[in-house]
């Protein structure tokens, strides 16, 4: 018997088994698929799942851009923790009625430069009459977002703005009750006022009390850290180099989402900032930053893994430059390329570690940044997200 009729046979009595066991089985799924309405994942991972609730008026440019800066170093910030947890971000962007939109809704997702590059095309405008639609902006982000449901999630908002909410709007859901389903569902809402308005701070206060949360209050400008290093050059172009070991495969459906992901990053190589992309690139080469980077059905990390094996994949579903290759040469290509990833891993690392160095001695010799938004942020993390177990041994955010 050669290999090939032996593996079919193997398949057949494979799908024989799988069959049997889903008819069994069957009264069991319906069940549970009938109970289920939000996602599931492994009892082991630990995960955090943050959107940020952004007033995108006029009066709030300074800290958009802080924020378009500053993700990326709040993201490896968050990754920080010594159990490696999953990144989901979203963002709920929000004006007023008769602007340009209330609101707009970006759902938790692992793939931060799809996200971020949404992030990019806000432009502050709008606003100006003191209330903004921040009921909507809450209501939206804790009912129109896929929060999942497990015990080992640390579930945030942090809602951002200079105006308080509209209270005399009839048909709206006002805050206190949204914030009651929030408590309900797990999820914290800290409240980050930008300026010194009295105005708001009472309604800001308030929200951060029945959401669970921290009140804070930054400048307009949000007093983000903001250091240039020797190292980010060099940081961004191994970053660069690693991107390039990727490889993709999948049917067409697939192969369409990824080119999508692809040209979010092109586009950040494009028009980031040197220093943000020295961030991206510091969270990118961390363990939760691995979703990010890679995206769905990368070859190398598949067959690396084990998780695929390269003769189960269709040869039209191969990357192009793989598919007229023998299986042998294929699999030297795709060694080859985990070994580079792995040493571009390294390499940007230990850069990391210098790159960090330098800026806490820089913000040490500059009398810290405790009234930063970064650090205000990481603390409220350090400290929230001990409640599912995630420990932070850093006294600093990530910057």
């Known amino acids: 018997m050669n290999s090939k009729t032996f593996n079919t046979k193997v398949v057949a009595l494979a799908l024989l088994v799988a069959t049997a066991t889903g008819i069994a089985l069957f009264p069991t799924l319906q069940q549970a698929q009938a109970t289920q309405t939000t996602q599931v994942m492994p009892a082991q991972s630990h995960r955090i799942e943050v959107v940020f609730v952004l007033d995108t008026t006029s009066s709030m440019s300074g800290l958009i851009q802080a924020a378009k800066e500053k993700i990326w170093s709040i993201a490896t910030t968050m990754a920080s923790a010594q159990e490696n947890p999953d990144i989901k971000m979203g963002l709920v962007a929000f004006r007023d009625r008769g602007d340009a939109y209330i609101t707009r809704v970006f759902d938790l997702s692992d793939d931060l430069d799809s996200m971020y590059a949404s992030l990019m095309d806000f432009r502050a405008q709008g606003g100006g009459d003191g209330p903004e639609s921040v009921n909507q902006a809450l209501y939206d982000a804790i009912h129109k977002v896929s929060w999942s449901n497990h015990s080992n999630v640390y579930r945030v908002v942090f809602l951002v703005g200079d105006a308080p909410p509209h209270m005399d709007y009839g048909n709206d859901v006002k805050y206190p009750a949204t914030l009651a389903v929030a408590a309900n569902k797990g999820i914290v809402v800290n409240a980050i006022q930008s300026g010194p308005h009295q105005f708001t701070r009472p309604a800001w206060q308030e929200i951060a009390s029945l959401g669970h949360g921290e009140y804070f209050q930054v400048e307009a400008s949000g007093n983000a ?20 070991t990727r490889l993709y495969y999948g049917d067409a459906e697939t192969k369409k989402a990824q080119k999508a992901k692809l040209d979010a990053n092109t586009r950040l190589r494009k028009e980031l900032s040197t220093e943000a992309l020295a961030r991206r690139d510091t969270f990118n080469a961390t363990a939760s930053g691995k979703a990010n980077l890679l995206g769905e059905s990368e070859l190398v990390d598949a067959i690396s893994s084990g998780r695929v094996e390269l003769d189960e994949i269709e040869e039209e579903n191969l990357p192009a430059s793989l598919q007229a290759m023998a299986p042998a040469e294929q ?54 997200a001990a409640s599912i177990g995630l420990t932070y041994d850093s006294d600093n955010a990530s910057y």
């Open 225 to 244: 850290v903001a250091v240039s290093t020797p190292f980010d050059e060099k940081l961004s172009r191994l970053a660069a180099a690693l991107e390039d």
């Open 331 to 384: 699999m030297e290509v795709i060694t080859e390329q985990a070994q580079r990833r792995d040493q571009l891993k390294q390499e940007i690392k230990k850069l990391s570690e210098s790159r960090s160095s330098f800026i806490e001695e820089k913000i040490a010799a500059e009398g810290g940044a405790d009234d930063s938004l970064d650090e205000k942020i990481y603390r409220a993390v350090k400290d929230q």
